[in-house]
Nanobody, 118 residues
Framework: QVQLVESGGGLVQTGGSLRLSCAAS????????MGWFRQAPGKQRELVAG????????NYADSVKGRFTISADNAKNTVYLQMNSLKPEDTAVYYC???????????WGQGTQVTVSS
């Protein structure tokens, strides 16, 4: 089973940028698609960006459109989330996950904390 490890979180001021990385222990083509999720305290986990394994199709939550960009480096088996113009409401633990048609989304990892100060 391919394991996913998130990194790149941190503390940033409003308007700043961060790039999150999701490193896979194997080929990301083992998934049909991959996604970045986030969970803020007291809130449900939400999907913020998704990408097909071939990288041809991306989708974003309305709250991050125009600010976040998801991308995949197939050679490095890594999926990225570039986050620009960060806002305090983007503060959350960010998780990546992969989905297959047969099993759905996989197990959740530790995530990476993103904190945006006002």
């Amino acid at each position: 089973q391919v394991q996913l490890v998130e990194s790149g979180g941190g503390l940033v001021q409003t308007g700043g940028s961060l790039r999150l990385s999701c490193a896979a222990s194997g080929s990301i083509f083992s998934f049909n698609s991959m996604g970045w999720f986030r969970q803020a305290p007291g809130k449900q986990r939400e999907l913020v960006a998704g990408i097909t394994s071939g990288g041809g199709i991306t989708n974003y939550a309305d709250s991050v459109k125009g600010r976040f960009t998801i991308s995949a480096d197939n050679a490095k088996n890594t999926v990225y989330l570039q986050m620009n113009s960060l806002k305090p409401e983007d503060t959350a633990v960010y998780y990546c996950n992969g989905r297959t048609l047969t099993a759905g989304w996989g197990r959740w990892g530790q995530g990476t904390q993103v904190t945006v100060s006002s």
